[in-house]
Each structure stands twice: as C-alpha cells, then as structure tokens.
C-alpha cells in the first residue's frame, strides 16, 4: 500500500513473478520425483554408488536447468514479464540458479528412508524461510523486502540442504566401503 503505484500493482507483481517461478520448478519437481523410485530401489538394494549417482545426476540436471533459467530471468525478463518493471524480477529470481537444489534433496532423503528429513527438507524455502520473511522484511523494507525474501529464503535453504547432503553422501560412502569389505 505505501508503493507509488498502491497496493493493487505490486501485489500483482508478486503474483506474476510466483507464477513464472512455479512453471520453472514445475520441471525441477519432475526431475527430483523422477528420481525417487531409483534411489529408493537401489538404496534397498544396497547399491549406495547408484544412490549416490542418481542423485548426484538429477542435481546436476536440475542445476543445468536453474543455470538456464537463471539466464533466462536475468537476461530476458522483459520478454518474460512485460506488465511490470524487470527490477523486482530480477531480485526475486535472482538465486534461481540454485532452486533445483531443495527439491531434490526433499526426495532423495524420501527415496532413502529418512522421510523426515525429506519432509523437513520440502518446507525450508517455502515455509520456513520465505513465509517468516514475506512477514518480516516488508516491516523494514516496504515491497522491495518482497522481493529480496525469495533470494534470501533460496539461499538458506540451499544452505541446510547442502549441511545435511554433504552428511548423508558421506555415510553412504561408509555403507559402500563396509559393504565391500564384507
């Protein structure tokens, strides 16, 4: 409401730029859930390299796509979005380059077993970090802190996907080691 333009413009550039972000997760989604009967078959298998391998495939996949689309985003966002200035869409989709990383991770730790940390994993971005923010910045803010929870809530969730990752490939790697000694 304290926009130059009222309440109305900048409630619907948010709406916009949502809508482009979720057609662009939409193939991310796909990839992670594509995954997860792989992952899950290999994992009760006992073929940990193959686990490793398919989510370490299907990040790269979605990464290639973040790339792409964050190209897209910073480059063409006129062409993209022409109903409202390229600046908030450009701050609001400015980590896109790493928004594959949460959804997979989410179904990896599906895929395994570990359903909580799945689940824990599906509400950082979204719940836990952009909700909390959406509230908070625009107190500090007015409508640019809008824009800037997007970048902040994708970093930070990149960042406790990556923590817990980072663990569980090295566990698997234990899993491997013993399993061929045995």
């Given amino acids: 409401a304290l926009s130059i333009y009222g309440s109305d413009i900048p409630l619907a550039c948010a709406g916009i730029i949502s809508k482009v972000n979720m057609i662009f997760m939409s193939f991310v989604i796909g990839i992670s859930q594509g995954t997860q009967p792989v992952i ?92 909390p923010l959406i509230v908070i910045f625009p107190i500090f803010m007015g409508i640019d802190g809008v824009m800037y929870a997007g970048p902040i809530a994708d970093g930070a969730a990149a960042v406790v996907c990556g923590y817990f990752t980072v663990r569980e490939l090295k566990e698997l790697k234990q899993l491997e080691n013993s399993a061929a000694v045995n």
């Fill in 40 to 131: 899950g078959f290999n994992y009760g298998a006992k073929k940990y390299r193959r686990v490793s391998n398919t989510y370490l495939l299907a990040l790269s996949a979605a990464s290639v796509l973040s790339v792409i689309a964050f190209i897209c985003f910073q480059f063409f966002p006129r062409q993209i979005i022409s109903a409202f200035g390229n600046g908030y869409f450009r701050i609001y989709m400015f980590l896109t380059i790493i928004n594959g990383i949460q959804p997979v991770t989410s179904n990896f730790f599906n895929s395994i077993g570990k359903s909580r940390l799945g689940v824990f994993m599906s509400l950082t971005r979204q719940i836990l970090f952009l909700l």
